[in-house]
């Protein structure tokens, strides 16, 4: 943010991987004032590869993002773009594909995994056993990489509250092995293709980030005992647990 011109920064990084948007456009942020005040955000990305960009911190994470996970990006550009066509603009409502996009684009944290029990423990809100009895599973049989901008824009003044949307992903084990740049590649291209127009908000499970092992200070039983936080899962009709 302290560069002279961050975006003429970021966009030769984007030239040189030559980022490209689902039409075959290069992507470059340029300034918000070149959005035309008729156009949806999302379908003029899609139209002219420009994504506008204001100077705050917001859109700075946001491009970062663009430049980390450029597949997932373009993909999620494509379902909104589609979505704005099929409803013949942007209206009051966005419909359930764009609103699950849109919480993917701004709030997902994705969780990287081969436990299929600790994913069980999250959906079920089962705090204590996630957080306390399988701490050690985080950073070693479990990964929680942030994608979503505003999540990373709360996370620089943080409380205890913030509440990611949790995206699981399964892997092998040996995918804890590779380094990073070659993790974020693998998630990058695995997300990208797997996204569809079947995302909805049903693909999220919620997670209060501060609550993951090493994410804060005093993390005893007494801090995952807060229930206005890490909140009990609902009880369904048959009695059992649901989110």
Wanted: one cysteine or more; proline letters at 5%.
């Amino acid at each position: 943010m302290r560069a002279t011109d961050w975006r003429a920064e970021l966009n030769a990084l984007a030239e040189a991987k030559d980022l490209r948007n689902h039409r075959g456009l290069r992507v470059r942020l340029v300034p918000q004032a070149d959005l035309p005040p008729d156009t949806a955000y999302e379908a003029f990305i899609s139209q002219t590869g420009c994504v506008p960009t204001r100077d705050n911190l917001h859109d700075f994470f946001n491009a970062l993002v663009w430049l980390s996970f450029p597949q997932i990006k373009v993909r999620l550009n494509a379902l909104q773009a589609a979505g704005i066509a099929d409803m013949d603009g942007v209206g009051p409502i966005r419909g359930k594909l764009r609103d699950a996009a849109t919480i993917f684009d701004e709030n997902v944290a994705l969780l990287v995994t081969h436990d299929v029990l600790l994913l069980e423990d999250l959906r079920a809100h089962r705090w204590q056993e996630l957080f306390m009895s399988r701490r050690n599973a985080f950073g070693g049989d479990c990964e929680v990489c942030l994608f979503g901008h505003a999540l990373m824009e709360k996370l620089m003044h943080p409380y205890k509250a913030i509440t990611a949307h949790a995206y699981p992903v399964i892997v092998e084990s040996r995918y804890f092995a590779m380094p990073l740049s070659d993790k974020h590649a693998w998630l990058d291209q695995t997300i990208s293709r797997k996204l569809s127009h079947k995302l909805t908000t049903a693909d999220f499970t919620p997670l209060p980030v501060l609550g993951i092992p090493g994410w804060c200070e005093d993390q005893g039983e007494a801090f995952y005992a807060d229930s206005t936080v890490f909140r009990p899962g609902r009880v369904g009709r048959e009695g059992r647990e649901s989110v």
